[in-house]
């Protein structure tokens, strides 16, 4: 089944850029959806298919991917920040998150 | 305003039967998957299936293929989710969710609030 790795622990400085990775398959990656998701809180939509933005959710929060890799990246990093982020991608039909990653903004 | 609201927290015993629900106001319900989710206490997300209610296409994920049962009635906007034998493992927080664009499978941008599942003896 397809898998998606995510790395457990993403730390950044208050102000500064993080980066959080999605890897794929050796088939590599696509169409690839971001969400946050704070304590005791529904998943938030950040990204979807690889960079796009919902209405509502600010600029500082962007996507990309090459190749096997995607990337979320957040911007001038906020206390409101920290939280869990994961990846979604569908295959052949069926969702597939990723593990989840905790962004801790210090 | 597009929103999912879901049916309350349960606490049931093993071996229950269960059914709770997610309820879709201000668009076409019928022109949107909705998919189902869990989340155990401290762990990730888990995608357990989706179903398209306009004709009622459902799709499952392998790791829970037999174990729940994903269905709707769009006559009153409604999905559901059962279980027919609980089990203890079966605890978690289980979502909702609507895709960004209607008739794909895309990302999940409208959430229901989350109904929790308690199961114990």
């Known amino acids: 089944s397809y898998e998606l790795t995510q790395p457990l622990s993403v730390s950044v400085a208050l102000g500064q850029t993080a980066r959080i990775t999605c890897g794929g398959n050796?088939?590599?990656?696509?169409?690839v959806h971001w969400y946050q998701q704070k304590p005791g809180q529904a998943p938030v939509l950040l990204i979807y298919?690889?960079?796009n933005r919902p209405s509502g959710i600010p600029e500082r929060f962007s996507g990309s991917n090459s190749g096997n890799t995607a990337t979320l990246t957040i911007s001038r990093a906020q206390g409101g920040d920290e939280a869990d982020y994961y990846c979604?991608?569908?295959?052949?039909?069926?969702?597939?998150f990723g593990g989840g990653t905790k962004l801790t903004v210090l | 305003e597009v929103q999912l609201v879901q049916s309350g927290t349960e606490v049931k015993k093993p071996g229950e039967s269960l059914k709770i629900s997610c309820k879709g106001s201000?668009?076409?319900?019928?022109?949107?998957?909705i998919g189902w989710v869990r989340q155990m206490p401290g762990k990730g997300l888990e995608w357990m299936g989706i179903?398209?209610?306009?004709?009622?296409?459902?799709r499952y994920s392998p790791s829970f293929q037999g174990q729940v049962t994903v269905s709707a009635d769009k006559s009153i906007s409604t999905a559901y989710l059962q279980w027919s034998s609980l089990k203890a493992s079966d605890t978690a927080m289980y979502y909702c969710?609507?895709?960004?664009?209607?008739?794909?499978?895309?990302?999940?941008?409208?959430w229901g609030q989350g109904a929790m599942v308690i199961v114990s003896p």
């Open positions: 969710a609507r895709p960004v664009g209607d008739g794909t499978l895309d990302g999940f941008e409208i």
């Open positions: 201000g668009y076409r319900f019928t022109s949107y998957w």
């Open positions: 179903i398209y209610p306009g004709d009622s296409d459902t």
């Open positions: 050796n088939n590599g990656i696509k169409n």
């Open positions: 298919r690889d960079s």
């Open positions: 979604q991608v569908w295959d052949s039909s069926t969702a597939v």
